[in-house]
């Protein structure tokens, strides 16, 4: 997200755009990733429980994540256009739970949403907090084909750290107490 932790509310969402497979790039993708005969060999995937070719579930994971990627970059450009310094993104510390609903075939255009569920201060990263979010992919006859919820660091802008953060982070920056402190 490009807004600060403490702006960031449960239940804001963010349109992550829309991506529209063809069997052409599926068959590409899965001959590299995922190399089952019902992601590559159209004639073969006939005669799979799919009855046609599928892209492959990882496919769809990573499409959306290139999508909210893109997306949160082009709201900090526009942001930094505007004058407005934007909230600074961190990693992601993991997924908690993903799943594969519906098969995404050739010529599904699928549209992507992160909502935010949750969220709170970190405990192990003084001035950050963790995002917890909901990103739902959705066909173009409504069917939801992918969820995951996951975790995400976001900066707090207003973080004053107390005196033992103060120091611990003055201790990081010397070579010889950052090694003792490390042990």
């Known amino acids: 997200m490009t807004t600060w932790y403490e702006d960031i509310n449960d239940g804001d969402s963010m349109e992550l755009g829309q991506y529209c497979f063809t069997q052409e790039e599926i068959i590409k993708y899965n001959k590299e990733y995922d190399n089952q005969y019902f992601h590559t060999d159209p004639e073969l995937a006939k005669y ?4 046609g070719i599928i892209a492959s579930g990882w496919h769809t994971a990573c499409v959306g ?27 992601s510390p993991g997924i908690k739970k993903m799943t594969f609903l519906q098969a995404v075939r050739p010529n599904d255009c699928i549209s992507y949403k992160l909502t935010v569920v949750s ?25 939801k084909v992918f969820q995951s919820d996951v975790a995400s660091f976001s900066k707090m802008r207003d973080f004053k750290p107390n005196m033992k953060q103060r120091l611990g982070m003055w201790a990081m920056k010397i070579p010889l107490l950052k090694n003792l402190i490390k042990r």
């Open 119 to 143: 969220k709170r201060p970190s405990a192990s990263l003084p001035g950050w907090g963790l995002l917890f979010s909901t990103i739902v992919a959705t066909n173009q006859k409504g069917e």
């Open 65 to 91: 994540h290139r999508l909210m990627v893109d997306e949160i970059k082009k709201r900090e450009e526009a942001m930094v256009a505007e004058g407005i310094v934007p909230g600074v993104s961190g990693p």
């Open 48 to 51: 799979s429980h799919f009855g």
